[in-house]
């Protein structure tokens, strides 16, 4: 498939924490550009991943998954489930990249196991050369989360095979010893992005709200995870128990008992 982003049409994903196909339902809906599969920090089995696959599918929106490593063992499943693409945590160097690629390429640029007879292969209706031709279409994303990784992101971004690059804000900071957020970690983000933008390969970055997202578009980002499910439903439950509690006539206890739905 053709990414979901571009230098002239930057897009906005989310990640997915809770193993429920509903969820994206609801966030298919929602004006995004794409959904993020959290199997790196999730806890996805195999089953449900593939099910949210088929209902983003369904949907038509993009559906990545975010894998927990880099061996076939940790790829095949989201890749035969018929994922868009493949966030890929801690491409730390040139060689992890062409691991990266190995797993999640078929020959002669990988060694990526093959097998029609998956939603990757439209249940076997596809024959061999169109079947291989949609390896061609998985979107491969390395995420930049080390210093190591910074100082090697243009040669990362190089490897034949990698689509895209991602810069992990968080694990990043904390590899450096910086506070997450501050303004030390917001300097090394930024020069992060200089490298990724010298690779002329599509980059994005991570924000927590609309408005910050927004800043990392402005400042060229391609793409730009914002937020998440469980980020979502948290702040929804936090303004209305907090508006509700503001225009109560009577006082009310936090952590009080609320009316069931």
Not at 86 to 93: I, K, M, R, Y
Not at 167 to 188: H, M, N, Q, T, Y
């Amino acid at each position: 498939m053709t990414a979901p982003w571009s230098a002239a049409r930057p897009a906005l994903g989310t990640w997915i924490k809770v193993p429920a196909p509903e969820v994206v339902e609801v966030l298919a809906g929602a004006g995004l550009d794409f959904l993020v599969i959290d199997g790196e920090h999730g806890t996805f089995d195999v089953r449900t991943m593939s099910t949210m696959i088929s209902v983003a599918r369904g949907h038509g929106i993009p559906a990545f998954v975010r894998v927990a490593g880099h061996a076939p063992r940790d790829v095949q499943p989201a890749l035969d489930s018929g994922a868009a693409g493949l966030f890929l945590p801690h491409v730390d160097s040139v060689d992890i990249a062409r691991t990266v690629v190995d797993s999640c390429r078929f020959p002669p640029l990988g060694n990526r196991g093959a097998s029609p007879n998956t939603r990757a292969g439209n249940w076997g209706r596809l024959t061999a050369a169109p079947y291989l031709a949609t390896g061609d279409e998985v979107i491969v994303v390395a995420q930049l989360e080390c210093n190591e990784a910074v100082a090697d992101a243009e040669s990362i971004a190089a490897v034949p095979g990698i689509d895209a690059v991602f810069i992990g804000a968080f694990d990043l900071a904390v590899s450096a010893g910086l506070e997450p957020g501050g303004e030390a970690a917001r300097a090394l983000v930024q020069r992060t992005e200089a490298a990724c933008r010298a690779s002329g390969l599509s980059f994005g970055g991570v924000a927590p709200s609309g408005a910050a997202a927004g800043a990392l578009l402005d400042r060229g980002n391609h793409f730009v995870m914002v937020g998440s499910d469980v980020t979502f439903l948290g702040k929804a439950g936090r303004e209305a128990a907090s508006e509700a509690r503001t225009s109560a006539r009577r006082p009310q206890e936090a952590g009080s008992s609320g009316v069931a739905g």
